[in-house]
């Protein structure tokens, strides 16, 4: 492949809901680029890891660069299920414009609505596709009615399609205003049908007022001719999309390959070049500055990949030439990285090249330094660009290894995955022990740990986690704590008389002696703390950890021979749990605020259900064309929400969550946890 420069490079994304369409969309483009052997196949090109391949989705991003007619795209195929919206937030961050996929049959589904979202947001063109025309019950007309109702006028057909007994044939273009029938691999012009004249011309003359509407001077000479050439036509309509004003609607077939050439050609009329896309934020010294494609080399990291050969990072260059004689300084670690050729990816393979220009897509192998989100740029001109912000994880499993003695390699594996995934965390729970695995949902969790099998040879096996209750008093009592041993020789003896209270507002142990007279005497003090701290790890109701204590040492006895620290502790231990147990124990919980988003339509269901898992409303505020709900609620009630909420709004809904506090757990409830305590208890004895 050639050396292009930025004006001869499309970066496109491939977007939508899971099942449209996407990657065979992608791979039919590879086929007519002459890049894939054989069409359609069961090994698609961008869905090459053992789990897409036995699952047929699509789970990871993948590049499938190619040439048409004298042009470099880079496509992205982006997964469509939400579970793996990291993904989708990277391929985004890296391309220039969507292709959002719809299918002719279902319509706009909510991928696309996302899709749509994100692109406004971050200023994307966009192009959107209503393929699956081949399939029964593909209804055009009808898609683009609710394209329209959801997106808004501006999104207008460039395209009608031609259907001869409900087979789709060719197409109507609307900028042209001539007809195309699909012949072999060609297309033959003929006359627009009678029955699609009447439909053509609207919207041919929506599309003029569109593409008037996006340049001043052109709306200037609509008013004054009402009309325009074509070259003013898609020279308006090109302003349109980069602005993000229009975007223009077409279609395919991507299984029986119809239309997808021509999709090609759009690409290239339509989407803007690498040389147009607006820059990413840049940063110099702290301070933002205005980055251009000419000057020392600039590269972020979108991805990284490992594989059987090896760490592959994903990078967009956005300034200057990356080659294997550039010296590589990682900006956010302040490091030099060795100088490396950069490659091409296609799919799983590696290609070499000599060189990457601004605005090219690539990677860089066997970098030993640098991660997902860091800048790699000339150390003489340090710039750091701004990092993608990642969906953070709102779903916590247990993770264990299956065979045991494996745990150290499980939690290998996955240090090594989060390495390729940002949107994965792994933490250890101190109550509880638990190993919590996070992510984007139970489908997520569920491939990253077959990712490990897969890459480390190891099983590893996911459960609910364990709550990590508490136990606290909420009264004052009183406890003589005596431990007494003789058994021939050396004895133990040591006596205690302690007060225990609450402590003060987040204070977890506050220890006091007010011992006088040196009844106990102070090199014992400690062993009586020491041995309060032991015991507290277990509460005495079911075994949580106590906190919330205020313990008072004022009274006791010694012996001047038998007496030792042991026997101090154990008295200290004694004390705590006689006097806890008359002190009113009370069972707590961890409480979180949750901040959640839902359409409008989904309000009254989401408050009902949060009732039905003991949340507290805290309020409402309309955000984004929806709600945002903020709640608190029992941990226990919530640990897969994000499994519920999104089948409650059809995945349109999203949420977060902070702790905020412990709360005693409601008596009814509390009974059922400390009785499953204590079966537990006896199962272990």
Request: aromatic share 6%; with cysteine; glycine share 8%.
């Given at each position: 492949?050639?050396?292009?420069t930025?004006?001869?490079?499309?970066?496109?994304?491939?977007?939508g809901?899971?099942?449209?369409?996407?990657?065979t969309?992608?791979?039919?483009m590879?086929?007519?680029?002459?890049?894939?052997?054989?069409?359609p196949?069961?090994?698609?090109?961008?869905?090459?890891?053992?789990?897409e391949?036995?699952?047929?989705?699509?789970?990871?991003?993948?590049?499938?660069?190619?040439e048409w007619k004298?042009?470099?795209?880079?496509?992205?195929?982006a997964?469509?299920?939400?579970?793996?919206?990291?993904?989708?937030?990277a391929?985004?961050?890296?391309?220039?414009?969507?292709?959002?996929?719809?299918?002719?049959?279902?319509?706009?589904?909510?991928g696309?609505?996302k899709?749509?979202?994100m692109?406004?947001?971050q200023?994307?063109?966009?192009?959107?596709?209503?393929?699956?025309?081949?399939?029964?019950?593909?209804?055009?007309e009808?898609?683009?009615?609710?394209v329209?109702?959801?997106?808004?006028?501006?999104v207008?057909?460039?395209?009608?399609?031609?259907?001869e007994?409900g087979?789709?044939?060719?197409?109507?273009?609307?900028?042209n205003?001539?007809?195309?029938?699909?012949e072999?691999?060609?297309?033959?012009?003929v006359a627009?049908?009678?029955?699609?004249?009447?439909?053509?011309?609207?919207?041919?003359?929506?599309?003029?007022?569109?593409?008037?509407?996006?340049?001043?001077?052109?709306?200037?000479e609509?008013?004054?001719?009402?009309?325009?050439?074509?070259?003013?036509?898609?020279?308006?309509?090109?302003?349109?999309?980069?602005?993000?004003?229009?975007?223009?609607?077409?279609c395919?077939?991507?299984?029986?390959?119809?239309?997808?050439?021509?999709?090609?050609?759009?690409?290239?009329?339509?989407?803007?070049?690498?040389?147009?896309a607006?820059?990413?934020?840049?940063?110099?010294?702290?301070?933002e500055?205005e980055?251009?494609?000419?000057?020392?080399?600039v590269?972020?990291?979108?991805?990284?990949?490992?594989?059987?050969f090896?760490?592959y990072?994903?990078?967009?260059?956005?300034?200057?030439?990356?080659?294997?004689?550039?010296?590589?300084?990682n900006?956010?670690?302040?490091?030099?990285e060795?100088?490396?050729?950069?490659v091409?990816?296609?799919?799983?393979?590696?290609?070499?090249?000599?060189?990457?220009?601004?605005g090219?897509?690539?990677?860089?192998?066997?970098?030993?330094?640098?991660?997902?989100?860091d800048?790699?740029?000339?150390?003489?001109?340090?710039?750091?660009?701004?990092q993608?912000?990642?969906?953070?994880?709102?779903?916590?499993?247990?993770?264990?290894a299956?065979?045991?003695?494996e745990?150290?390699?499980?939690?290998?594996?996955?240090?090594?995955?989060?390495?390729?995934?940002?949107?994965?965390?792994?933490?250890?729970?101190a109550?509880?022990?638990?190993?919590?695995?996070k992510?984007?949902?139970?489908?997520?969790?569920?491939?990253?740990?077959a990712?490990?099998?897969?890459?480390?040879n190891?099983?590893a096996?996911?459960?609910?986690?364990?709550?990590?209750?508490?136990e606290?008093?909420?009264?004052?009592?009183?406890?003589?704590?005596?431990?007494?041993?003789?058994?021939?020789g050396?004895g133990?003896?040591g006596?205690v008389?302690?007060?225990?209270?609450?402590a003060?507002?987040?204070?977890d142990?506050?220890f006091?002696n007010?011992?006088?007279?040196?009844?106990?005497?102070k090199?014992?003090?400690?062993?009586?703390?020491?041995?309060l701290?032991?015991?507290?790890?277990?509460?005495?109701?079911?075994?949580?950890?106590?906190?919330?204590?205020?313990?008072?040492?004022?009274?006791?006895?010694?012996?001047?021979?038998?007496?030792?620290e042991?026997?101090?502790?154990?008295?200290?231990?004694?004390?705590?749990?006689?006097?806890?147990?008359?002190?009113?124990?009370a069972?707590?919980?961890?409480?979180?605020?949750?901040?959640?988003?839902?359409?409008?339509?989904?309000?009254?269901?989401?408050?009902?259900?949060?009732?039905?898992?003991?949340g507290?409303?805290?309020?409402?505020?309309?955000?984004?064309g929806?709600?945002?709900?903020?709640?608190?609620?029992?941990?226990?009630?919530?640990?897969?929400?994000a499994?519920?909420?999104r089948?409650?709004?059809?995945?349109?809904?999203?949420?977060?969550?902070?702790?905020?506090?412990?709360?005693?757990?409601?008596?009814?409830?509390?009974?059922?946890?400390?009785?499953?305590?204590k079966?537990?208890?006896e199962?272990?004895?």
């Amino acid at each position: 492949m050639k050396f292009y420069t930025a004006n001869e490079i499309r970066n496109i994304g491939v977007f939508g809901h899971g099942g449209e369409g996407k990657t065979t969309l992608t791979e039919a483009m590879l086929y007519n680029a002459g890049l894939v052997d054989r069409f359609p196949n069961n090994a698609p090109t961008t869905d090459f890891d053992p789990e897409e391949i036995k699952r047929s989705i699509s789970i990871n991003m993948a590049l499938a660069p190619l040439e048409w007619k004298n042009t470099k795209i880079n496509l992205i195929d982006a997964p469509g299920f939400f579970d793996f919206y990291g993904e989708v937030t990277a391929a985004m961050a890296l391309c220039d414009a969507a292709l959002i996929v719809i299918s002719a049959v279902s319509g706009p589904a909510v991928g696309a609505e996302k899709t749509m979202a994100m692109c406004k947001e971050q200023h994307k063109a966009r192009m959107m596709v209503i393929n699956q025309m081949d399939r029964e019950n593909a209804n055009f007309e009808k898609t683009m009615q609710t394209v329209n109702e959801k997106f808004g006028v501006n999104v207008v057909p460039i395209q009608l399609p031609i259907l001869e007994g409900g087979v789709f044939k060719g197409y109507v273009d609307i900028v042209n205003m001539n007809a195309k029938m699909f012949e072999g691999k060609g297309e033959k012009e003929v006359a627009i049908p009678a029955n699609l004249e009447a439909e053509a011309q609207e919207l041919y003359e929506k599309l003029t007022e569109a593409a008037a509407e996006a340049d001043e001077d052109l709306m200037m000479e609509y008013l004054e001719t009402m009309e325009l050439s074509r070259e003013q036509i898609l020279m308006g309509l090109s302003k349109g999309v980069l602005d993000g004003d229009i975007t223009p609607v077409c279609c395919t077939s991507a299984l029986n390959n119809i239309g997808v050439t021509t999709l090609l050609d759009y690409i290239l009329h339509y989407l803007p070049t690498a040389a147009d896309a607006k820059l990413p934020k840049a940063y110099k010294n702290g301070e933002e500055i205005e980055l251009t494609r000419d000057g020392k080399m600039v590269c972020h990291i979108y991805k990284t990949v490992n594989d059987q050969f090896g760490k592959y990072s994903i990078v967009k260059v956005h300034r200057g030439v990356l080659d294997g004689g550039v010296a590589l300084f990682n900006a956010n670690q302040e490091k030099n990285e060795k100088p490396t050729a950069p490659v091409m990816l296609r799919g799983k393979k590696s290609i070499p090249v000599d060189k990457l220009n601004a605005g090219d897509i690539g990677a860089i192998p066997k970098l030993q330094l640098s991660n997902t989100n860091d800048t790699l740029c000339d150390a003489s001109d340090v710039v750091k660009i701004e990092q993608v912000r990642f969906p953070e994880p709102c779903i916590s499993l247990a993770v264990t290894a299956k065979k045991q003695g494996e745990e150290d390699k499980v939690i290998g594996g996955l240090n090594k995955l989060l390495e390729e995934d940002p949107t994965i965390s792994i933490e250890k729970n101190a109550e509880t022990g638990d190993v919590l695995l996070k992510g984007l949902g139970e489908m997520h969790l569920d491939v990253t740990c077959a990712k490990i099998r897969n890459k480390s040879n190891v099983e590893a096996q996911l459960a609910d986690p364990r709550i990590p209750y508490r136990e606290t008093i909420r009264a004052t009592a009183e406890a003589e704590g005596k431990h007494k041993k003789q058994s021939g020789g050396s004895g133990q003896f040591g006596v205690v008389q302690m007060r225990f209270e609450p402590a003060p507002e987040g204070v977890d142990f506050e220890f006091v002696n007010a011992i006088v007279g040196g009844v106990v005497p102070k090199e014992y003090i400690p062993a009586v703390e020491k041995g309060l701290r032991e015991a507290m790890v277990h509460g005495v109701l079911a075994g949580y950890p106590m906190v919330g204590i205020k313990a008072t040492l004022y009274d006791g006895k010694y012996h001047p021979v038998d007496s030792k620290e042991v026997a101090f502790k154990s008295a200290a231990r004694l004390s705590y749990k006689a006097a806890c147990i008359k002190a009113n124990p009370a069972l707590t919980e961890p409480i979180y605020t949750y901040y959640i988003w839902v359409p409008n339509d989904n309000v009254g269901d989401i408050m009902g259900d949060l009732s039905r898992r003991r949340g507290r409303m805290l309020g409402m505020t309309p955000s984004n064309g929806g709600t945002e709900i903020v709640a608190e609620a029992p941990l226990s009630e919530m640990f897969k929400y994000a499994t519920d909420l999104r089948s409650m709004t059809q995945a349109r809904g999203s949420f977060r969550s902070e702790f905020t506090r412990y709360e005693d757990v409601p008596a009814d409830q509390a009974k059922k946890i400390i009785e499953q305590a204590k079966r537990e208890d006896e199962e272990e004895e």
